[in-house]
């Protein structure tokens, strides 16, 4: 294995990642900016208000996107063994 399959392989390990936490990541900003500009609006300023509807929604997504999620990871892992033999293979 030499450079550039190796940055090749982090590279994918990057976008794998950026794909399963993206969505929850702007889920959640979605909902805090939201939250946020309700409590402008109305003046409220209580902590748990913008705490408690983010944990329900990224927990909705992640629950939501769970096979997605699992998809995604489970054909990067199958990429990756994949590579894993023909290294080994090619040294004998």
């Known amino acids: ?3 550039i399959e190796a940055i090749e392989i ?3 390990a990057i976008f794998v990642m950026l794909k399963l936490v993206g969505p929850i990541m702007l889920a959640g900003l979605l909902v ?3 939250v946020s500009m ?3 609006v109305t003046q409220i300023q ?3 208000l913008t705490f408690i509807p983010k944990m329900v929604v990224v927990f909705g997504i992640t629950i939501w996107l769970l ?3 699992l ?3 489970g054909g990067f892992t199958n990429s990756l ?3 894993i033999v023909q290294i080994g293979q090619s040294n004998l």
Do not use: H, K, W, Y
Request: hydrophobic share 35%; proline share 4%.
């Open 38 to 40: 309700i409590q402008t």
């Open 46 to 48: 209580e902590q748990a």
């Open 71 to 73: 998809a995604t990871l």
């Open 67 to 69: 096979p997605f999620m």
């Open 32 to 34: 805090g900016v939201t």
């Open 10 to 12: 982090c590279r994918e």
């Open 81 to 83: 063994s994949d590579r």
């Open 1 to 3: 294995m030499n450079e």
